[in-house]
């Protein structure tokens, strides 16, 4: 079935230095893949998408590139902030109209 | 500003009590969701409605019911709530045009005792 795995649950970095975290999937379907994120005590919000495979997309600093030859969609950023912090799920489109399949989530802590 | 708001915001009850959590929106949307969060598990539907009346299951449905009778307001219904039901609930909505971009509300953290 439709799955997307996050292998990380918990990332600490100090601010300043790169982070990749980490999204592969499985899908019977044409790949459409969503970071979100959630800060404390807050709603989830969509950060990235993509459907175009080798393409890079970008959003407030993050960047994220579909590869369908390996089912990876993870996310980076060069130079994390402590603002950063926060929880970040990835998802896959799924079968039906408006299915969403998450992650597990990476919790992402940025310290001083 | 799209919002979607959710009614309570915390709420404790007891076992075998009943559980109304409500969501609404204002952005007209179509398509509404309920999930639950728990550590570890990420985000999990529960049921997803395409419009007034159109409500279907998700991947943990059992437990829970759904009521959806204006497009902006989506209920959800625990009858005879479970410890393990214990979770913070989440509301999402989103347009036809682009399903898969939710905008989801502030949650309701709710506690079966």
């Known amino acids: 079935g439709d799955s997307v795995t996050q292998t990380e649950g918990l990332v600490t970095l100090t601010k300043g230095l790169p982070v990749m975290l980490n999204c592969t999937y499985q899908?019977?379907?044409?790949?459409?893949l969503f970071w979100y994120v959630q800060h404390l005590n807050e709603a989830p919000k969509l950060l990235l998408k993509?459907?175009?495979?080798?393409k890079r997309t970008e959003h407030q600093g993050f960047y994220a590139t579909l590869h369908k030859s390996s089912s990876s969609f993870h996310l980076q950023k060069s130079s994390v902030q402590l603002s950063d912090s926060a929880l970040y799920f990835c998802?896959?489109?799924?079968?039906?109209?408006?299915?969403?399949?998450f992650g597990a989530g990476t919790q992402l802590i940025v310290i001083p | 500003d799209m919002k979607v708001t959710q009614m309570p915001r915390y709420l404790i009850k007891r076992m075998g009590e009943n559980v109304l959590l409500e969501c609404g929106q204002d952005?007209?949307?179509?398509?509404m969701y309920w999930y639950r969060q728990d550590p570890g598990l990420g985000l999990q539907l529960i049921y997803i409605?395409?419009?007034?009346?159109?409500?279907s299951e998700g991947d943990i449905p059992k437990g829970y019911r759904v009521s959806r009778k204006k497009r902006e307001h989506f209920s959800l219904i625990l009858d005879s709530a479970k410890t393990n039901q214990t979770s913070v609930y989440f509301c999402?909505?989103?347009?036809?045009?682009?399903?898969?971009?939710?905008?989801f509300g502030p949650g309701t953290r709710l506690t079966v005792l």
């Open positions: 998802a896959s489109r799924g079968s039906a109209l408006g299915r969403l399949h």
């Open positions: 899908t019977t379907y044409s790949p459409f």
């Open positions: 993509s459907s175009t495979d080798n």
């Open positions: 952005m007209s949307h179509e398509t």
């Open positions: 409605s395409y419009d007034v009346d159109s409500n």
């Open positions: 999402a909505s989103s347009l036809p045009s682009t399903v898969y971009e939710q905008y």
